[in-house]
Structure formats: C-alpha cells, structure tokens
C-alpha cells in the first residue's frame, strides 16, 4: 500500500535538494514522478530550486482553492507516474493534505511532502500540522544552527535583525530572510520566550 510522507525540517535542510534527489533515484529507475508545489510559494515561481543549482519544472500548481487530487488524477492520465513528490508542502491547507492521504490510499500512488514544520513564532503552518496529524511516516531533514546544535526553529530577519511580530507568510524578499536556530539561539534572540505567546 503506497504511504503519505511529510519530511519536514528547517530552512536550508536541504528539502528541495532532496526532493529533487528523490525525483532523480525514481527517474533512474525507469519511473516517471510527478512534481506540485502551493501557488502561494512566489520564489521560483512553476520550479523547484535546490541551493545547490537544480532546478526543475513543476508538473502542477496547487492554488488555495484547487484540489490536488483532480489535479493529480488529470495529470496521471498521460504520464502513468508512480510517485507524487510535493515542495513548500506547508503552505497546503487542511482539506489539501487530506486530498494527498487520498491520493496515497485510493489511488495507490506514493505521496512525498517536503516542508517546514513551524513558522517565525514556532507556530505550524497549516499544511504540515495537518501532515503531522495524518502522514503515515514523518521524517526530519536535519540541519544546524550557527551554534552548531541542531536547528528546529525558523528565526525571521528583516533588516539585518530578528522579528519575531508580522504575518505568518513573508516569503524570502529583497528586506526578509530567514535563518535556521537550535532552540537556546532562539530564545536568546527572542528575549527568552517563544514567539507563539509574545
Ligand atoms: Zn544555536
């Protein structure tokens, strides 16, 4: 029975790289995969990029009010695809994840999500608490903060300083960045208290 994954971890884990890797050792193997990402995400626009220079085209873009499931079942008409793998797999809503549980279960087609689990203030996004809830194996990618302990928080800079107030989506600008901490680097920059209840 194929299986819905969630791999989550923190920015710069290296979840497109690896996504695209997974795309690559399932093309090696004669299978043909299919690749979605949320419209919401702007960077890249209909491609996946990997910090490492890959980049390929998306087969499909799920926009807040689409359903991926009619989308993945009008696209694998013509391509007979024996994996799903999906980037920026946060930014899904709710009833889009339990489209992808579908997907897995009824139509038997392996379903990979790669994501970030929390946001700025240590809040999950939409996408991956629902994957959290309902993916049949979840998987950390794992990366490091600057300490060098491992990093499980997304800490958002503007300027040149950390925030920890604004809008959960503030996707990479010219003004706003993001970088992975460990939790002692966070509380240390956030004044000592998660963002959540800031
Ligand atoms: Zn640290």
């Known amino acids: 029975m194929a299986k819905l ?5 923190a920015m710069n884990s290296g979840k497109s790289t690896a996504l695209l890797q997974t795309a690559f050792n399932y093309e090696e193997r004669g299978h043909r995969v299919l690749l979605a990402k949320p419209a919401i995400d702007t960077k890249g626009a209909e491609s996946i990029s990997s910090r490492l220079g890959m980049t390929r085209e998306v087969d499909f873009l799920v926009g807040p009010d689409d359903h991926p499931r009619e989308q993945f079942l009008r696209t694998i008409v013509d391509t007979n695809a ?10 899904l809503t709710a009833p889009q994840v339990d489209e992808l549980f579908q997907i897995a279960v009824l139509d038997d087609v392996p379903v990979l ?4 689990r929390t946001d700025f203030q240590t809040v999950a996004f939409p996408g991956s608490r629902r994957l959290l809830e309902i993916a049949h194996a979840v998987e950390e990618l794992k990366t490091i903060c600057r300490c060098g302990r491992k990093a499980i928080f997304n800490g958002r800079v503007v300027d040149g ?7 959960q989506v ?5 003004q706003v960045t993001y970088e992975s901490l460990c939790g002692q680097c966070y509380l240390r920059e956030s004044g000592g208290r998660l963002a959540s209840h800031l």
Do not use: K, N, P, W
């Open 82 to 91: 024996s994996c799903l793998l999906v980037d920026e797999a946060q930014f």
């Open 161 to 167: 300083v950390f925030t920890f107030d604004g809008d």
């Open 5 to 9: 994954y969630f791999r989550y971890g």
């Open 113 to 116: 999500c790669y994501g970030i």
């Open 170 to 174: 503030a996707i990479d600008g010219e």
